[in-house]
């Protein structure tokens, strides 16, 4: 017999990267929801992805303990601490083949700060937005499921391949570890996320808005597992109910092949156009020079050797413990890029060439 999970109800949410492309998603749907939402945002940040949006803003830094005192003092909320969560989506996602020293201090230190701070208020809940990479990767062919997070050294951040793999992976192990010590927490682990209300530029915004707009000329063989931002939205709110503290769920969809995502691209755009597939070994070989020309145009980059390691890996990932537990149910990918087309033209952001068709 499975185990009942009895359902938390939270008086108010506290979502870190607000205005992010996971963090507004999220906040809309907790504010839809009738939740009383408080939200981070960085000193400075244009805060146009949560215009309208009857959300309280508070700036700091997870980088700076000090500047998180905002988010945290509900002094004048009447909301108790055991009754306020925290939804931590604040992150670096970086697909560079470069170390940079800023994405461990966000994604690593930034969440011990977090963790810090939780357990120093007596917070009810913490959410935490691992990565499915932070689970180390097995050979092609096996689905990749949760790690148990009680084995010993694991999510060492030894296991995986990758600046961004590695800090997810110690940034898991320090929410985790900080359970046996009064934390509620829940780890969810989202795959590649897409989908519309990215008011930023994200990887995978990007190479829609280069296909859309004639730029993308050519792909590599490989997929990966790309999951509707709001499917991982409405699944972190299902882990603040319904989640097991100290278990860790994958906020999957389905492994794509990239040469689908394509089709399905052009049947949306109405493009007719015919893209090269590039040869493996030779993406691999220009990879540094497209880092570097992404670079000049300060543009996300589409193809580096990370990206396309991770293009070659094992990406078969099983939400069935999210389904079961969370009733988690991720929509269809074409329903996905639909959407995200039809935002992205609404935005103004696709201006696609004369003749494109």
């Known amino acids: 017999m499975m185990e009942r999970t009895t359902e938390k109800r939270f008086g108010l949410y506290l979502v870190t990267g607000a205005l992010g492309h996971l963090g507004n998603t999220l ?4 504010i839809d929801r009738g939740a009383r939402v408080r939200g981070l945002v960085l000193p400075g940040d244009d805060s146009s992805a949560l215009e309208n949006v009857p959300v309280e803003l508070v700036q700091g830094d997870i980088r700076d303990p000090a500047s998180l005192d905002a988010l945290f003092d509900m002094s004048d909320t009447g909301v108790s601490p055991d009754r306020t969560v925290v939804m931590h989506t604040a992150g670096i996602v970086s697909i560079a083949s470069k170390f940079q020293q800023k994405v461990v201090d966000v994604n690593v230190q930034g969440t011990r700060n977090i963790v810090d701070a ?3 208020t007596g917070i009810g809940r913490l959410v935490y937005t691992s990565s499915v990479h932070a689970i180390p990767e097995l050979t092609k062919g096996k689905t990749i499921v949760e790690l148990d997070g009680k084995i010993e050294g694991s999510f060492s951040g ?3 391949i990758g600046l961004y793999a590695k800090t997810k992976a110690m940034a898991t192990r320090i929410v ?5 010590h009064g934390l509620d927490a829940v780890v969810v682990h989202p795959s590649g996320i897409v989908g519309p209300g990215d008011y930023g530029n994200a990887h995978m915004t990007q190479m829609v808005l280069d296909y859309m707009q004639g730029r993308l000329t050519a792909y590599v063989r490989g997929g990966y597992d790309f999951v509707d931002v709001r499917d991982v939205a409405a699944g972190m709110i299902s882990a603040a109910e319904k989640g097991k503290s100290g278990e860790a769920y994958i906020l ?3 492994y794509v092949d990239l040469g689908e995502l394509m089709k399905l691209l052009r049947g949306i755009s109405g ?3 015919v893209l090269t597939l590039l040869p493996m070994a030779l993406a691999r070989l220009t990879a540094p020079l497209a880092e570097l020309w992404y670079k000049l145009l300060k543009q996300p980059p589409l193809f580096t050797r990370y990206s396309l390691y991770t ?3 094992n990406a078969q990932f099983s939400h069935e413990k999210a389904t079961a537990e969370l009733g988690y149910h991720p929509r269809p990918l074409d329903e996905t890029l639909e ?3 039809a935002w992205l033209r609404a935005q103004g952001r696709i201006r696609e060439p004369a003749g494109a068709s």
Not at 176 to 180: I, Q, S
């Open 118 to 120: 939780c357990l120093r």
């Open 252 to 254: 999957s969809n389905r």
């Open 311 to 313: 293009l070659d890996s």
């Open 158 to 160: 030894r296991e995986v």
């Open 176 to 180: 985790l570890d900080a359970v046996p």
């Open 271 to 273: 493009h007719r156009r």
């Open 339 to 341: 959407d995200m087309v």
């Open 27 to 30: 906040v809309r749907q907790l």
